[in-house]
């Protein structure tokens, strides 16, 4: 006698694919949103400076030229990266206090060849562009994280002893959307093609143990 398909083995698939389609589509979605997010960020480049965000505005900033002055500097911190004539070395990153009318900020002074050594530098007044403060969070909080992240103001001129920082690159942002929608659909496609063969072969052998 054939074996009857699994019902619950069978539902367990299903709502599995229907999420990777789901998925999928969902970062087609993405892409879109992105494709829009830079366009906005290429018309940054040649907006006017703004004023450094008193608040947090979201992405809509990233790019845009502006200023803004550190009251003192709170903590030095350093990540890898490279400079504007693409040497590698270690971004000086500072927190600033701004005073009380205003978060704090957060400033990449410049470039430094060696990751030991702290600046010498005791604040004032910064003007550069706006960029992502580093994210150290862990990568599947940052995919349902949708909150505005932290905003840095690179300097235009680095401090002394510091290498330039690079220029704005759009190219820095990534947009992989439509490989990963493709990834989740390939997923799927697997998972329902790999259950079919499994029940081909499961009736199969229903049908070899007849007498």
């Given at each position: 006698m054939k074996r009857p398909i699994p019902a619950v083995a069978t539902i367990v698939v299903l709502v599995a694919v229907a999420a990777m389609i789901a998925l999928g589509v969902w970062q087609l979605q993405r892409r879109h949103e992105k494709l829009a997010a830079l366009d906005r960020y290429a018309a940054n480049l040649h907006q006017p400076p703004i004023a450094w965000p008193r608040f947090g505005t979201g992405d809509d900033a990233?790019?845009?030229?502006?200023?803004?002055?550190?009251?003192?500097?709170?903590?030095?911190?350093?990540?890898?990266?490279r400079g504007a004539d693409g040497t590698r070395g270690w971004r000086q990153i500072v927190t600033c206090a701004t005073g009380a009318e205003g978060p704090g900020l957060t400033v990449q002074l410049g470039v430094a060849a060696s990751p030991t050594g702290q600046p010498a530098w005791t604040g004032?007044?910064?003007?550069?562009?706006?960029?992502?403060?580093?994210?150290?969070?862990?990568?599947?909080?940052?995919?349902?994280?949708h909150g505005p992240k932290p905003l840095m103001l690179v300097a235009t001129t680095p401090i002394a002893g510091l290498a330039a920082n690079p220029a704005p690159d759009l190219s820095s942002v990534p947009n992989n959307h439509l490989a990963y929608a493709v990834q989740w659909f390939i997923f799927a496609a697997l998972a329902l093609i790999i259950y079919g063969l499994a029940l081909r072969r499961r009736s199969r052998g229903s049908i070899s143990q007849e007498p």
């Open positions: 990233l790019f845009r030229k502006s200023s803004a002055y550190c009251l003192r500097p709170l903590q030095f911190s350093r990540e890898a990266g004032g007044e910064v003007t550069g562009w706006i960029s992502h403060a580093p994210d150290h969070r862990a990568l599947i909080a940052g995919l349902f994280d």
